[in-house]
T-cell receptor, first 113, second 113 residues
Framework: ETGVTQSPTHLIKTRGQQVTLRCSSQ?????VSWYQQALGQGPQFIFQ???????GRGNFPPRFSGLQFPNYSSELNVNALELDDSALYLCASRVGGGAYTQYFGPGTRLTVL | KQEVTQIPAALSVPEGENLVLNCSFTDSAIYNLQWFRQDPGKGLTSLLL?????REQTSGRLNASLDKSSGRSTLYIAASQPGDSATYLCAVSAGAAGNKLTFGGGTRVLVKP
């Protein structure tokens, strides 16, 4: 049990739609990262937020955006969904900088039809 | 660009055997390296975190070594049990800000009773 929760567990959308995924971190975890994991592959870094500001981004287009809130919750928004966006989306939180362990949530499985 | 490789992609051993999982990375300028466990369709559980200044970390039956100069890490699991069946992922962090983890593709382990 990592103390990081994600909702919903599963989601089915059609191509072109928009989706919002949610993550709730442990109290005091002021850094949250989002990852996309395609089937059979390792997770790919989407972006990171620190104290409600984006401070790192991977190789993902602008239609992937996020928000972090003062209550240690965060969102991942994806616009204009494509079939290749089908994946497990993971959020991870930690206290402060990279010396600390990241704690992952159980993920949201997104299927785009 | 950092690349992380895990070989083999899959491994099957009888119960009681020791497991040896390999991870290699192309850029030795890492901040730390983490090993994770992932059960099917689930999130990631952190097993061990090794800072770049350390050579190894141990937790129970798990021992992870790090050789930065050669770009390698090895995870040893002693006296394997069927409950150790899972996918094991290694990930490296490039900087103190820990902006992102770069993951390998994972090794899928099956421990047969």
């Amino acid at each position: 049990e990592t103390g990081v929760t994600q909702s919903p567990t599963h989601l089915i959308k059609t191509r072109g739609q928009q989706v919002t995924l949610r993550c709730s971190s442990q109290s005091g975890h002021n850094t949250v990262s989002w990852y996309q994991q395609a089937l059979g592959q390792g997770p790919q870094f989407i972006f990171q937020y620190y104290r409600e500001e984006e401070n790192g981004r991977g190789n993902f287009p602008p239609r992937f955006s996020g928000l972090q809130f003062p209550n240690y919750s965060s969102e991942l928004n994806v616009n204009a969904l494509e079939l290749d966006d089908s994946a497990l989306y993971l959020c991870a939180s930690r206290v402060g900088g990279g010396a600390y362990t990241q704690y992952f949530g159980p993920g949201t499985r997104l299927t785009v039809l | 660009k950092q690349e992380v490789t895990q070989i083999p992609a899959a491994l099957s051993v009888p119960e009681g055997e020791n497991l040896v999982l390999n991870c290699s990375f192309t850029d030795s300028a890492i901040y730390n390296l983490q090993w994770f466990r992932q059960d099917p369709g689930k999130g990631l559980t952190s097993l061990l975190l090794i800072q770049s200044s350390q050579r190894e970390q141990t937790s129970g039956r798990l021992n992870a070594s790090l050789d930065k100069s050669s770009g390698r890490s090895t995870l040893y699991i002693a006296a394997s049990q069927p409950g150790d069946s899972a996918t094991y992922l290694c990930a490296v962090s490039a900087g103190a800000a820990g902006n992102k983890l770069t993951f390998g593709g994972g090794t899928r382990v099956l421990v047969k009773p």
